[in-house]
């Protein structure tokens, strides 16, 4: 996934195709949510133009574990993403896009953009079904406390609107006049 600028320049006649898997361990360090991630699959292809610039179409997929929002039980997530990463292999970069990557150091690296575009492919929230869930880290009842549904918990908040406190009794009929 790297590449110098003189090896792009040789790929420049036939074209670039792009067919990788890549590690991407280190994710797990950056983002606390990650609890695995599998090696990336990484495919796609290089256009080059005239004017200096390559265009990498990039697809990314794997699979990364990640906790269920409601019972912090292991989810399995498969990703795939779509990315464009330009670069500016002449060194003239004359234009003010922030798009448009250099090289550094004589090198074309995609494995930034590539863990880059994993960590905007994370879900918010990602739900386990109902199985995991009785399975997961969280328990489902406690001391004096359990989880309910929300029908349950409908039921729970009918029962106390019937029942009137006994030291607001008289005020309940303020309104019945």
Same mark, same amino acid.
Request: glycine fraction near 4%.
């Given at each position: 996934m790297k590449w110098s600028i003189q090896q792009l320049y040789a790929k420049r006649v036939r074209g670039l195709v792009i067919d990788d898997e890549v590690n991407?361990? %280190?994710?797990? !360090?950056?983002? @606390?949510?990650?609890?695995?991630? @599998? =090696? #990336? /699959?990484?495919s796609g292809r290089a256009e080059f133009s005239a004017d200096g610039l390559v265009t990498f179409f990039l697809r990314i997929s794997g699979e990364m574990t990640l906790p269920c929002a409601r019972s912090l039980a292991d989810v399995r997530y498969s990703f795939e993403t779509e990315t464009e990463e330009m670069f500016q292999i002449d060194g003239y970069k004359d234009t003010e896009d922030e798009e448009?990557?250099? =090289? !550094?150091n004589g090198f074309v690296d995609l494995l930034p953009a590539v863990k880059e575009s994993i960590l905007l492919s994370i879900p918010i929230q990602v739900f386990a079904d109902e199985e995991a869930q009785k $399975?997961? =880290? #969280? =328990?489902? +009842?406690? %001391?004096?406390?359990? *989880?309910?549904?929300?029908?349950? #918990? @409908? !039921? +729970?908040?009918? $029962? +106390?609107?019937?029942?009137?406190?006994?030291? *607001?009794?008289?005020?309940? /009929?303020f309104f019945d006049k």
């Amino acid at each position: 996934m790297k590449w110098s600028i003189q090896q792009l320049y040789a790929k420049r006649v036939r074209g670039l195709v792009i067919d990788d898997e890549v590690n991407v361990d %280190e994710l797990k !360090e950056r983002d @606390s949510e990650i609890r695995e991630i @599998s =090696p #990336a /699959k990484v495919s796609g292809r290089a256009e080059f133009s005239a004017d200096g610039l390559v265009t990498f179409f990039l697809r990314i997929s794997g699979e990364m574990t990640l906790p269920c929002a409601r019972s912090l039980a292991d989810v399995r997530y498969s990703f795939e993403t779509e990315t464009e990463e330009m670069f500016q292999i002449d060194g003239y970069k004359d234009t003010e896009d922030e798009e448009v990557r250099e =090289p !550094e150091n004589g090198f074309v690296d995609l494995l930034p953009a590539v863990k880059e575009s994993i960590l905007l492919s994370i879900p918010i929230q990602v739900f386990a079904d109902e199985e995991a869930q009785k $399975k997961g =880290p #969280a =328990p489902l +009842e406690g %001391e004096n406390w359990s *989880l309910i549904s929300e029908d349950e #918990a @409908s !039921e +729970e908040t009918e $029962k +106390e609107t019937d029942t009137v406190d006994p030291r *607001l009794k008289d005020l309940s /009929k303020f309104f019945d006049k």
